[in-house]
C-alpha cells in the first residue's frame, strides 16, 4: 500500500518562495513517475509539474516553467517542489500523485496518477 503525505505549504508574500515536499510509503516508490498538481476553489485538478523515476526526465506547465522545480530523492522516497517567484495566482491546495502502472495517459493528465495525496494548501499573498 503507498501512502502520500505533503508538507511544506503556507502562507506567503508574492515574490516568495516555498519548498513543497511529499513524502512516500512502499518499497518501489522509485519506480514511479511523480506529479504536482493544483486545485483551486471550484475548480478541477491542473497539472503543475512530474518528474520521471530516475529524475532524469522533467515537465512542467508553461505557467511555472521557470519558476518552479521538481527533483526527487529515491533513497528518503521523497519528491519536492521548490517554487520561487510566487504569484497570487498560485494560490491553492498542491498534490503529489504516483503513477504506479505506466498507464498511458500523458503525465499531465490527472488520471495518469493512481495515488494521490491529502494535499497542502499553499496561499500567496499580494
Known amino acids: 500500500q503507498v501512502q502520500l503525505v505533503e508538507s511544506g505549504g503556507g502562507l506567503v508574500q508574492a515574490g516568495g518562495s516555498l519548498r513543497l515536499s511529499c513524502a512516500a510509503s512502499g518499497r518501489t516508490f522509485s519506480s514511479y513517475l511523480m506529479g504536482w498538481f493544483l486545485q483551486a476553489p471550484g475548480k478541477e485538478h491542473e497539472f503543475v509539474a512530474a518528474?520521471?523515476?530516475?529524475?532524469?526526465?522533467?515537465y512542467y506547465a508553461d505557467s511555472v516553467k521557470g519558476r518552479f522545480t521538481i527533483s526527487r530523492d529515491n533513497v528518503r522516497k521523497t519528491v519536492y517542489l521548490q517554487m520561487n517567484s510566487l504569484k497570487p495566482e498560485d494560490t491553492a491546495v498542491y498534490y503529489c500523485a504516483a503513477d504506479r502502472y505506466s498507464s498511458g495517459a500523458y503525465y499531465d493528465d490527472p488520471n495518469k496518477y493512481d495515488v494521490w495525496g491529502q494535499g497542502t494548501q499553499v496561499t500567496v499573498s499580494s
Open positions: 518528474i520521471s523515476w530516475s529524475g532524469a526526465n522533467t
